[in-house]
């Protein structure tokens, strides 16, 4: 997630300073609160101890809020509609990689839905992404620059050719952060996809 927020200001020595596509960079910074901000939840509904699950998120909350002040984000979070609490209370636990269905629609409600809600709002016409081809098959047959028909915006990828000595090397130099106890429910497993860049989430948005 720290990729995302090591991008969004084309000036890498001034990390602290807005450039003047400030919109398309607020996308960019949509997207990673995003994704910080639902993990906070999803990773507590996954962690048996409730304390080292509110440690977790809060040690994640105060991660985004040093960068949103450091950096002069402008930052709008998209949640879940539902708590992980009361998805877990209703649905049962998180669905593993032998339930694809199951995950599927966990990532269509916990995931995609909020997501799409944002893209829908913001409606950017660029959406910078912290794919990279060596993440898995499926985005190793992408692009650094592709028209994403999910959400109908052109969708670039500065790291996609970067390997992880690169991001390594990239995030010291900039005195920028990462997030090594990252974990996403919504994908399970680093080699799966859990509906933003793939076909089948398209479809998920609209089930």
């Known amino acids: 997630v720290s990729e995302l927020f090591a991008r969004m200001y084309g000036n890498p020595d001034k990390l602290d300073q807005p450039t003047a596509d400030a919109p398309v960079w607020q996308s960019a910074a949509h997207d990673a609160l995003d994704n910080l901000q639902e993990f906070a939840d999803l990773r507590a509904a996954v962690t048996g101890d409730p304390d080292c699950a509110a440690l977790a998120a809060a040690d994640l909350d105060q991660a985004v809020e040093a960068l949103r002040a450091r950096l002069q984000l402008n930052l709008k979070p998209y949640l879940p509609r539902m708590t992980a609490a009361h998805r877990d209370a209703i649905a049962g636990p998180i669905p593993t990689t032998d339930d694809e269905a199951g995950l599927k629609h966990f ?24 794919l990279r081809q060596v993440q898995n098959p499926h985005r190793a047959g992408l692009d650094i620059v592709s028209l994403d028909e999910n959400f109908g915006a052109l969708k670039v990828s500065p790291f996609f050719d970067a390997s992880d000595a690169d991001l390594e090397a990239y995030l010291a130099r900039h005195d920028l952060p990462n997030e090594w106890d990252y974990f996403d429910p919504a994908k399970a497993d680093e080699k799966r996809e859990c509906g933003l860049h793939a076909a089948w989430g398209k479809r998920a948005f609209s089930a």
């Open 107 to 130: 990532s269509a409600v916990m995931k995609l839905e909020p997501f799409q809600r944002g893209m829908k709002e913001l409606a950017p016409t660029v959406w910078i992404t912290a």
